[in-house]
């Protein structure tokens, strides 16, 4: 299994990262694209990465980032990309729902970082809240040549077909699997089968209860202030995906293995 989009860099993880991982690839997950946000936690997703051969590291500047971001952002950011031909550049994105949001901004950092992913030759992974028209619209006028993610697709279903056509794959959370969320799992019956993937972007997303194997702080309900998603949740994630989809869960496993490799920098990594 794999697990392609998560934040293992994130403090709530800390000093217990390790064993998370442990647990998570005892459950048979081998491979976590790990997604950096911003220059202060590129290093730690750097740090993971060389501690962790099954880590594939991301680096981006989060929609959320933007305005807060040092002057040689950019900079930094493309030596990152340049010195690991296994990096991804992600999560980047648009975003109108935070609060304070600078559009203009977020377009600028946008298309800086959709233009570095095209000179690398690597895979992108793209948050979006509130502002698919304006994503499609930079998509189809910077048409990326290499694949991007569309991790956790909250779009319109109208415009899955749309962004497929320009490359586009999607990512399932079980987040989606909360009663309140149907509509956006719906959604997800109209993903092409070839470009579907899987993810638990932990610790964030945390699914409904019932696919909370692995509960963080000993409860399973979002009550709970202190409970986060932990990675190894996947695999009920997985599950979930297979029981829709009528598929057996090995056949998804193989079906999402062919597809990142086809993702991952358009390759058969």
Same mark, same amino acid.
């Given at each position: 299994?794999?697990? /392609?989009? $998560?934040?293992? %860099?994130?403090?709530?993880?800390?000093?217990?990262? !390790?064993?998370?991982?442990?647990?998570?690839?005892? /459950?048979? #997950?081998?491979?976590?694209?790990?997604? !950096?946000? &911003?220059?202060?936690?590129?290093?730690?997703?750097?740090?993971?990465?060389?501690? =962790?051969?099954?880590?594939?590291?991301?680096? !981006?500047?989060?929609?959320? %980032?933007? !305005?807060?971001?040092?002057?040689?952002?950019?900079?930094?950011?493309?030596?990152?990309?340049? @010195?690991?031909?296994?990096?991804?550049?992600?999560?980047?994105?648009?975003?109108?729902?935070?609060?304070?949001?600078?559009?203009?901004? %977020?377009?600028?950092?946008?298309?800086? %970082? $959709?233009?570095?992913?095209?000179?690398?030759?690597?895979?992108?992974?793209?948050? &979006?809240?509130?502002?698919? +028209?304006?994503?499609?619209?930079?998509?189809?006028?910077?048409?990326?040549?290499?694949?991007?993610?569309?991790?956790?697709?909250? +779009?319109?279903? @109208?415009? *899955?077909?749309?962004?497929?056509? $320009?490359?586009?794959?999607?990512?399932?959370?079980?987040?989606? =699997?909360?009663?309140?969320?149907?509509?956006?799992?719906?959604?997800?019956?109209? *993903?092409?089968?070839?470009?579907?993937? $899987?993810?638990?972007?932990?610790?964030?997303?945390?699914?409904?209860?019932?696919? #909370?194997? =692995?509960?963080?702080?000993?409860?399973?309900?979002?009550?709970?202030?202190?409970?986060?998603?932990?990675?190894?949740?996947?695999?009920?994630?997985?599950?979930?995906?297979?029981?829709?989809?009528?598929?057996?869960?090995?056949?998804?496993?193989?079906? *999402?293995?062919?597809?990142?490799?086809?993702?991952?920098?358009?390759?058969s990594a």
């Open positions: 299994m794999i697990d /392609c989009h $998560l934040h293992l %860099q994130d403090p709530r993880f800390g000093p217990s990262v !390790g064993e998370a991982m442990e647990t998570a690839r005892s /459950c048979g #997950i081998t491979r976590f694209v790990v997604n !950096g946000t &911003c220059p202060e936690d590129w290093p730690l997703v750097k740090a993971l990465a060389h501690r =962790f051969p099954e880590v594939i590291p991301s680096y !981006g500047l989060h929609p959320w %980032q933007v !305005g807060g971001e040092t002057e040689s952002w950019l900079n930094e950011l493309e030596l990152l990309i340049a @010195e690991d031909p296994r990096a991804c550049v992600g999560e980047i994105g648009l975003d109108r729902w935070i609060r304070g949001h600078d559009p203009e901004r %977020q377009r600028e950092a946008f298309l800086k %970082q $959709l233009r570095l992913a095209e000179i690398f030759g690597r895979s992108l992974t793209i948050h &979006c809240l509130k502002a698919w +028209g304006t994503l499609l619209e930079l998509i189809r006028e910077n048409r990326p040549r290499t694949p991007f993610l569309l991790h956790s697709y909250g +779009g319109p279903p @109208e415009m *899955v077909a749309d962004f497929a056509d $320009l490359g586009a794959y999607y990512s399932l959370s079980g987040y989606f =699997f909360r009663e309140d969320k149907a509509d956006k799992l719906a959604t997800f019956d109209r *993903v092409p089968i070839d470009r579907l993937l $899987l993810e638990t972007d932990a610790p964030d997303m945390l699914p409904p209860p019932r696919l #909370i194997r =692995f509960p963080v702080s000993g409860k399973t309900g979002p009550g709970d202030s202190n409970a986060f998603n932990h990675p190894a949740n996947l695999i009920a994630i997985r599950d979930a995906a297979a029981a829709r989809l009528k598929m057996d869960p090995s056949a998804l496993d193989r079906l *999402v293995e062919a597809n990142f490799a086809r993702w991952y920098h358009g390759s």
